[in-house]
T-cell receptor, first 111, second 113 residues
Framework: DQQVKQNSPSLSVQEGRISILNCDYT??????FLWYKKYPAEGPTFLIS?????DKNEDGRFTVFLNKSAKHLSLHIVPSQPGDSAVYFC??????????FGKGTKLTVNP | NAGVMQNPRHLVRRRGQEARLRCSPM?????VYWYRQLPEEGLKFMVY????????ESGMPKERFSAEFPKEGPSILRIQQVVRGDSAAYFC???????????FGPGTRLTVT
């Protein structure tokens, strides 16, 4: 059973526009959420996180929004840059240290 | 400050051989995690270790797989008698303490022929 779902396998946006990546989860025990970015043949790189006691966290061009009632979070990247092209993974943690990952969304930012 | 280091980056083994994957955490990090990624899938948790202790191995297959994090030296993920289904990317992550972001290494890509 997939506890963390990223329903869009891919997303394509124009440089300078906003990228919105979505993530849904089913486990109410999750209390901490993270976004990772991954380039081919490299490990995931931590981007931004949010605790379940917050509904928004911002770091430069990256903002994560959490809607607990809908069990939904999203990552906004604005403005998008070609170097943002990568696979983005949503991950969640709750009750233990292990992270539960979604399958990822491949973002392509076109110049 | 070096990041998480993993070696080898690529490993080819024949069916039935043993695979040993090594992970050196970031300096000052005493918590190590192993994840496996199959093609087109997300990362799946395998095991969480602190120095000389296995804290959570709920994601480890019951047979052929083992992990250790000795007092000195890197963490080792060991796969005995590898099968084709073990072919995957294996990632190690580390953190300085619990409930903190995990930082990942570049991964070891295991191919079983």
């Amino acid at each position: 059973d997939q506890q963390v779902k990223q329903n869009s396998p891919s997303l394509s946006v124009q440089e300078g526009r906003i990228s919105i990546l979505n993530c849904d989860y089913t486990n109410s025990m999750f209390d901490y959420f993270l976004w990772y970015k991954k380039y081919p043949a490299e490990g995931p790189t931590f981007l931004i996180s949010i605790s379940s006691i917050k509904d928004k966290n911002e770091d430069g061009r990256f903002t994560v929004f959490l809607n607990k009632s809908a069990k939904h979070l999203s990552l906004h990247i604005v403005p998008s840059q070609p170097g943002d092209s990568a696979v983005y993974f949503c991950a969640a943690r709750g009750g233990s240290e292990k992270l539960v990952f979604g399958k990822g969304t491949k973002l392509t930012v076109n110049p | 400050n070096a990041g998480v280091m993993q070696n080898p980056r690529h490993l080819v083994r024949r069916r039935g051989q043993e695979a040993r994957l090594r992970c050196s955490p970031m300096k000052g990090h005493s918590h190590v995690y192993w994840y496996r990624q199959l093609p087109e899938e997300g990362l799946k948790f395998m095991v969480y270790l602190q120095k000389e202790n296995i804290i959570d191995e709920s994601g480890m297959p019951k047979e052929r797989f083992s992990a250790e994090f000795p007092k000195e030296g890197p963490s080792i993920l060991r796969i005995q008698q590898v099968v084709r289904g073990d072919s995957a990317a294996y990632f190690c992550a580390s953190s300085p303490w619990t409930s903190y972001e995990q930082y990942f290494g570049p991964g070891t890509r295991l191919t079983v022929t």
